[in-house]
């Protein structure tokens, strides 16, 4: 098993551009979670995923979409990109009735 | 409010040497987690914490949950440079496991 891929692995923006960061897992697991950690800080979550179709905002959702239209994948879309969604974006899954989440290696951000 | 708490922020040992790490936490839940992260790289899951008085494991490291003082202790023992990493835990607020806040990390450093 992969677990749980990402990419890119960075990229840099400009400001008002958009793009879409992947996330992938071939675990087969139900949940799935999207989080950005800023230097020296712990994650937040922005958004996450209970299954296929259900998604739900997490604690900092604000300039962020996602969408799951299948259990493997959890796209996360930044439409307008801002300096203060420079971060290291981390996707997460989660077997359904397990308290584990599994880590993909991050994505890192900057807009300027 | 939500809030997960560490002490120190910062902590520099020397090898051979005992310490502890504390999270607080802000209000009743009795999911807690522990984990490790190397510079520039993704989240390793050390422990999982979900009753009152749980305590686990692992080599050097061993976690601790009190959910009545709503604190869980991280405790080093007889430290070793490759245990130099951020250690953060998280707290499960939801009563659906969805809903993680993390601590802003405790960043150890073990010295020759």
């Known amino acids: 098993n992969a677990g749980v891929t990402q990419t890119p692995k960075f990229r840099i923006l400009k400001i008002g551009q958009s793009m879409t960061l992947q996330c992938t897992q071939d675990?087969?697991?139900?949940?799935m979670y999207w989080y950005r950690q800023d230097p020296g800080m712990g994650l937040k979550l922005i958004y996450y995923?209970?299954?296929?179709?259900?998604?739900d905002k997490g604690e900092v959702p604000n300039g962020y979409n996602v969408s799951r239209s299948t259990t493997e994948d959890f796209p996360l879309r930044l439409e307008l990109a801002a300096p203060s969604q420079t971060s290291v974006y981390f996707c997460?899954?989660?077997?359904?009735?397990?308290?584990?989440?599994?880590f993909g290696p991050g994505t890192r951000l900057t807009v300027t | 409010e939500l809030k997960v708490e560490q002490n120190p922020l910062f902590l520099s040992m020397q090898e051979g040497k005992n310490y502890t790490i504390y999270c607080n936490y802000s209000?009743?839940?009795?999911?807690l987690y522990w984990y490790r992260q190397d510079p520039g790289k993704s989240l390793e899951s050390l422990f999982v914490?979900?009753?009152?008085?749980a305590v686990k494991q692992e080599g050097r490291l061993m976690a601790s949950l009190d959910t009545k003082a709503r604190l869980s202790t991280l405790h080093i023992t007889a430290a070793v440079h490759d245990l130099s990493a951020t250690y953060f835990c998280?707290?499960?607020?939801?009563?659906?496991?969805?809903?993680?806040?993390f601590g802003a990390g405790t960043r150890l450093t073990v010295k020759p």
């Open positions: 997460a899954s989660r077997l359904a009735g397990g308290h584990e989440q599994y």
């Open positions: 675990m087969n697991h139900n949940y």
């Open positions: 914490l979900l009753s009152n008085g």
């Open positions: 998280a707290v499960d607020f939801s009563y659906n496991n969805n809903d993680m806040r």
């Open positions: 209000t009743t839940s009795d999911r």
């Open positions: 995923s209970v299954g296929a179709g259900i998604t």
